[in-house]
């Protein structure tokens, strides 16, 4: 993978401020490898604070939140942030929580799908949207990018 765009809303965050397990080094490692990294989220503005306070926005190459574009969650909200990657959607991957993310992750033509279930009560639904992969935690992510 050249590129990953991450949900920002609770794929990587588990509450306010709170980030999952392991999200800072997986992060740390994917620009490591020379992967580009983009953050994608229906909320406003105030996502960005919460990566600076969680530490992690440096990470990030692109952010799109609700008040750049009226649907940020959509294929038009992808293609936006692969225009600005210069990442190719056959060479990006889409993370995330959500089964809708995972379909327009499909919707975009997007290289692959993770689906992050954070235990086993999502993994059904990641599933049947159609997520390439499907894994348990932000860290195992990094298993799953060949």
Do not use: W
């Amino acid at each position: 993978m050249d590129a990953i765009i991450f949900d920002l809303d609770h794929t990587l965050f588990a509450g306010e401020g709170l980030l999952h397990d392991g999200v800072a080094d997986l992060l740390a490692i994917v620009r490591s490898l020379g992967i580009k990294v983009a953050g994608l989220s229906s909320a406003d503005h105030r996502v960005l604070v919460r990566l600076d306070e969680a530490g992690i926005r440096e990470f990030f190459d692109h952010i799109l939140c609700a008040e750049q574009t009226l649907i940020p969650k959509h294929s038009g909200g992808v293609y936006h942030l692969l225009s600005m990657m210069q990442a190719a959607p056959e060479h990006t991957a889409l993370v995330s929580h959500a089964h809708a993310d995972i379909l327009l992750s499909k919707d975009a033509g997007l290289a692959k799908a993770i689906g992050v279930s954070h235990g086993s009560l999502n993994a059904g639904p990641l599933h049947e949207a159609g997520a390439d992969h499907v894994v348990e935690n932000v860290p195992a992510v990094l298993d799953v990018l060949q």
